[in-house]
């Protein structure tokens, strides 16, 4: 999701995804999603901080602040959470803007991490599958 006129590279924008983990282990998650495994600062600008526990959709989650250098060098701050929605789902949501519009932007990327919720689906048998 991006605000109106928004920079696809520095945003504001707030990323959710979903899928299937190489490990079920949250913080072993974490530690491969944040590393720079190209060998190349330019690879993974980010740095990440004030990692902390929170809830997302009931779920126990990690949340870490995010700073570095966004395309063509322009300084961008946000929010990266995640969370082991099941030992074979994990969810994670990362907000980020210019350094100077994270502060406006970090209220919505909180609103929208509260409104999460997860649930079983239902299936409703049909006559033709």
């Known amino acids: 999701m991006t605000a109106p006129g928004a920079d696809q590279a520095t945003g504001p924008s707030i990323f959710i995804s979903c899928g299937k983990?190489?490990?079920?282990?949250?913080?072993?998650?974490?530690?491969?999603?944040?590393t720079n495994t190209s060998g190349t600062p330019e690879a993974n600008p980010l740095t990440y901080s004030n990692q902390k526990n929170v809830i997302i959709g009931g779920v126990n989650?990690?949340?870490?602040?995010?700073?570095?250098s966004g395309q063509g060098g322009i300084v961008?701050?946000?929010?990266?959470?995640?969370?082991?929605?099941t030992p074979q789902r994990v969810v994670f949501m990362v907000g980020v803007a210019?350094?100077?519009?994270?502060?406006?932007?970090?209220?919505?990327?909180?609103?929208?991490?509260?409104?999460?919720?997860?649930?079983?689906p239902t299936t409703t048998p049909t006559a033709n599958p």
């Open 98 to 120: 210019r350094s100077d519009k994270w502060d406006e932007t970090a209220a919505y990327f909180e609103a929208v991490m509260n409104s999460i919720t997860f649930f079983e």
């Open 61 to 68: 989650g990690e949340s870490m602040d995010i700073e570095g």
């Open 76 to 85: 961008v701050k946000g929010r990266e959470v995640a969370a082991m929605v």
């Open 21 to 34: 983990p190489a490990t079920s282990n949250l913080d072993e998650w974490i530690k491969q999603a944040t």
